[in-house]
């Protein structure tokens, strides 16, 4: 029973500064006694300090903004994440940008090759370099997994180890019009807003696990971006959807993968305390942190 937090002070996958403090700010927060206080053995040695890039030696490829330093600190969590997996550890890694997520999934799928994927989230991060419109990497870091779209030799690192029958997307209602196309070619699952409307988060948690995992027996990543949540839940994140989980959906959907008994990795992604006055920044690092407690098994009663 031992989990590593990943502190990534990473924002460079997207334009707004101060996403880089979100690891900051959870741990500071009292996440790791939080955790301590669940039973864990927890693994702490201070937020990783990435090698600067510079923007002069890192033009854009395409319309990419920051590839090499995205690569390149994705590769780095990549080994960090994978090695705390081989070690039998749950990381833990704290965003830091959703770009991120490029690294702890290549780092699970390592030593997990069947591993599945629950991307909980506002928006699909799926773009490849031919759709999308930002520009952003962490609009792309699922179609990289994947291994969609034209290659690009900067990211040679990565492995397309995530095969689409393998991954679940909850709470989309932000895609862009090629993502949705993305989605239906490969035949991805997703259950949106309107599903979890329909159906209630019970039936969207259960009928995702029955694709990804029908006999519950595959090693489960959850990455969980904020911005799943309403903004009136977490306010305080680079690109908030209005229509979102409620406070007791995200926390469901985190206590339901925790009774799975397979979790093997978490991402808690895209908290940014400099946007949104004090009040809701400490509203949304204190759901960050109680989302991290119920996957790691916080219960109600
Ligand atoms: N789809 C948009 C883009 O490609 C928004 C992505 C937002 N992603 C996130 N991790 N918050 O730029
Ligand atoms: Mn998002
Ligand atoms: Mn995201």
Redesign the pocket.
């Known amino acids: 029973k031992t989990i590593a937090i990943v502190g990534c002070p990473f924002s460079g996958?997207?334009p707004k500064h101060g996403v880089d403090k979100g690891p900051i700010h959870l741990v500071e927060a009292g996440l790791i006694t939080q955790l301590e206080e669940l039973g864990w053995h927890v693994l702490f040695d201070g937020h990783h300090q990435f090698e600067e890039i510079s923007t002069a030696s890192d033009p854009p490829i395409g319309i990419l903004k920051n590839p090499r330093l995205v690569s390149h600190v994705c590769e780095c969590v990549a080994n960090v994440a994978g090695e705390h997996v081989r070690n039998g550890h749950l990381p833990v890694t704290l965003g830091g940008?959703?770009?991120l997520a490029m690294g702890t999934i290549s780092g699970t799928l390592n030593s997990y090759p069947d591993a599945c994927v629950v991307w909980v989230?506002?928006?699909?991060?799926i773009?490849t370099i031919d759709t999308?419109?930002?520009?952003?990497i962490?609009?792309?870091p699922v179609s990289f997994l994947l291994g969609l779209g034209p290659r690009i030799p900067e990211f040679s690192w990565v492995k397309p180890l995530l095969k689409p029958e393998r991954l679940v997307y909850i709470g989309l209602r932000?895609?862009?019009a090629g993502?949705k196309k993305i989605l239906k070619d490969n035949n991805i699952r997703a259950f949106s807003m309107h599903h979890v409307d329909k159906y209630g988060i019970g039936r969207v948690v259960e009928m995702a696990l029955d694709h990804v995992n029908p006999n519950r027996d595959l090693p489960i990543h959850l990455s969980f971006?904020v911005?799943a949540l309403d903004p009136s839940v977490a306010p305080s994140?680079?690109?908030p959807v209005r229509g979102g989980l409620s406070f007791r959906e995200g926390h469901y959907i985190c206590e339901a993968i925790h009774e799975t008994g397979l979790l093997v990795a978490l991402d808690l992604?895209?908290v940014n305390p400099s946007l949104a006055d004090a009040e809701s920044v400490r509203q949304t690092v204190a759901v960050g942190c109680s989302l991290v407690r119920s996957a790691l098994g916080e219960s109600l009663l």
């Open positions: 996958g997207q940008d959703h770009s989230d506002a928006h699909a991060d773009n999308t419109t930002s520009g952003n962490h609009g792309m932000d895609l862009d993502e971006d911005d994140t680079g690109t992604m895209e």
